[in-house]
């Protein structure tokens, strides 16, 4: 069997209220070559029954695995193992694809990496470490509020919109996936070590890629307190910097507990 151009991934736990306009927008891609996993970790509500009630609709191309994990990185590197397509995206259980995002990667990746030209039924030269990724929509309730993109070239200063990027199966085989001791700040962690180490090319793709609603982990003070510590690692900020955003942030819970009582 031929191996797909595009794995999807989507990491879930009890993700019953917002999984299924995910799963619909891999379902309507119009971009087909794809294989989808989904990695769940061991739910407890009806995220299951939804998930399996899609099942029939992906006509094979949906492989479904559910265990407990140690938290959404060790997921994420669960799936990436599993995968088998060439380019490898991860789009999360409460976020969700625009429906040419597969479309739009793929023709990025044959204008950028088919060394000899767009017909990949020739035996084309491809490069094997390449990131290609894209524009994010934000929402807050639903309702649109940016649209965001950072290039890669100050990747560290910013962080370019993870949820946008198909990675190639070689980066994660060559290189490695993410780092489980982070409980929100692997991906920047990755994408820093990547970008530093490694002969990776990163290519921006101007068109909207994900869809991804403001909150969670990421939007915490814990989310802040990591990605200073790792951004102090790659030499992005000072120790004293770091310090300050750590201070800062732990200011901010303190202010925002206040508020709840």
């Given at each position: ?37 989904i990695?769940d ?74 060394c ?146």
């Amino acid at each position: 069997m031929a191996r797909p151009l595009f794995t999807v991934i989507t990491v879930c736990y009890n993700s019953e209220k917002t999984i299924e306009r995910t799963l619909q927008s891999v379902l309507d891609q119009t971009e087909q070559d794809y294989e989808y996993l989904i990695i769940d970790g061991a739910s407890t509500d009806g995220t299951l029954d939804i998930v399996r009630r899609y099942e029939p609709e992906f006509g094979g191309k949906l492989h479904i695995f559910s265990e407990k994990d140690n938290g959404i990185y060790d997921a994420m590197n669960k799936g990436i193992a599993k995968a088998s397509g060439e380019l490898i995206g991860l789009v999360n259980s409460d976020d969700y694809y625009e429906l040419d995002a597969l479309e739009n990667m793929k023709k990025a990746y044959l204008e950028n990496v088919a060394c000899k030209g767009n017909d990949t039924s020739q035996d084309v030269d491809l490069k094997r470490h390449i990131i290609l990724y894209g524009m994010q929509r934000r929402l807050r309730g639903g309702e649109e509020i940016e649209i965001e993109f950072i290039n890669h070239r100050i990747l560290g200063e910013s962080m370019i919109c993870h949820p946008t990027c198909f990675v190639s199966r070689d980066v994660y085989g060559d290189f490695g996936a993410y780092d489980t001791g982070y409980q929100s700040a692997a991906d920047l962690d990755f994408l820093l070590r990547i970008k530093r180490t490694t002969d990776t090319v990163f290519i921006p793709v101007y068109h909207i890629i994900s869809n991804f609603e403001l909150g969670g982990m990421s939007a915490s003070g814990r989310g802040a307190r990591e990605a200073a510590r790792v951004r102090c690692k790659y030499g992005v900020y000072s120790r004293t910097r770091m310090n300050y955003v750590i201070l800062q942030s732990r200011i901010i819970d303190f202010v925002h507990w206040l508020k709840r009582k």
